[in-house]
């Protein structure tokens, strides 16, 4: 798919199927049109994990595509809300830096689950 078609379905679920979940990413970023934002790799796998649901594949690649989803959300929520790059989370060797992991410990748990519970609705 051509990323204005990808931005344009993820737009429209964010406001059906994911409104949950975008109010509460914008909440923390502070920024309401932060699903706007995001990089096409994101909306790509957002797609795909709503895709995958749909066509139930298998609960490994389900799973996979899920945790892709949470940690890239929760990197750019993190760097939103504290003004930096994604690659400013990291040092050198790719660790968050220890004041960013508990923080986005938590949000990625709560994206998890929003998008789970989401799914089973």
Do not use: P
């Not at 990089?39 to 790509?44: F, P, S």
């Amino acid at each position: 798919m051509k990323e204005k078609k990808l931005k344009k379905w993820v737009n429209e679920w964010w406001n059906t199927k994911g409104r949950e979940l975008r109010d509460f990413l914008a909440d923390l970023s502070g920024d309401k049109s932060f699903h706007e934002k995001l990089h096409v790799t994101d909306i790509v796998n957002i797609y795909n994990f709503a895709k995958s649901c749909k066509v139930q594949i298998e609960s490994d690649s389900e799973n996979y595509l899920l945790k892709e989803i949470c940690v890239e959300l929760a990197e750019n929520v993190l760097a939103s809300k504290h003004g930096v790059s994604t690659n400013d989370l990291f040092d050198e060797d790719g660790s968050f830096y220890e004041q960013y992991q508990d923080e986005f410990d938590k949000l990625y748990d709560q994206i998890e689950g929003l998008l789970s519970v989401d799914d089973e609705n």
